[in-house]
T-cell receptor, first 113, second 112 residues
């Protein structure tokens, strides 16, 4: 069945370091992927997305890489800051034009000052 | 602030009861999504409405139902509540043709 999983449930980094959060997905038909950030007590917040016809997309301090061969997605955060501490979810659109998102269980990123 | 509002913020009730969660999407968004987030299941898609009509269904129990009204706000009804229904319930909305979903702050439901 459809599933989106994360390799690392927790990640602890030093402020200023780069962070890499990984995600595996199983539905090869998924055409769109999103990374969300969820801070404590808040709803998920969109970070960056990528379509399946791309292998890399950059935003402000974040980069998403997509490797369709091994069904792997990663989120890179440059110069990680304490405000980046949160749970990060990857999500895949497996519903076509219905935009049905399947979320992974999340990775907790902790940034140490 | 995503522009999506949800009420109430917290809800405490007993097993067997029925509750209604309310969501107002961002201005102009036609799609509303409901999600359940629990510690052991993560963020689970429940149901999607588009302009008043059901568009997609996920892992939604038969005891749960939802609707989207002409003013585009949505309600999620949970009945015959069980302890396991305790969770955070999120509503999200998206604009026409957009995949990006904007999430509300959630309703924390506690079933005692």
């Amino acid at each position: 069945g459809e599933s989106v999983g994360l390799h690392l449930p927790t990640l602890s980094v030093q402020e200023g370091d780069n962070s890499i959060i990984n995600c595996a997905y199983s539905n090869s038909a998924s055409d769109y992927f999103i990374w969300y950030k969820q801070e404590s007590g808040k709803g998920p917040q969109f970070i960056i997305d990528i379509r399946s016809n791309m292998d890399k997309r950059q935003g402000q301090r974040v980069t998403v890489l997509l490797n369709k061969t091994v069904k792997h997605l990663s989120l890179q955060i440059a110069a990680t800051q304490p405000g980046d501490s949160a749970v990060y979810f990857c999500a895949e659109n497996s519903g076509g034009s219905n935009y049905k998102l399947t979320f992974g269980k999340g990775t907790l990123l902790t940034v140490n000052p | 602030d995503s522009g999506v509002t949800q009420t109430p913020k917290h809800l405490i009730t007993a097993t067997g009861q029925r509750v209604t969660l309310r969501c107002s999407p961002r201005s102009g968004d036609l799609s509303v999504y409901w999600y359940q987030q629990s510690l052991d299941q993560g963020l689970q898609f429940l149901i999607q409405y588009y302009n008043g009509e059901e568009r997609a269904k996920g892992n939604i129990l038969e005891r749960f139902s939802a609707q989207q009204f002409p003013d585009l706000h949505s309600e999620l009804n949970l009945s015959s509540l069980e302890l396991g229904d305790s969770a955070l319930y999120f509503c999200a909305s998206s604009g026409p043709g957009s995949v990006e979903q904007f999430f509300g702050p959630g309703t924390r439901l506690t079933v005692l």
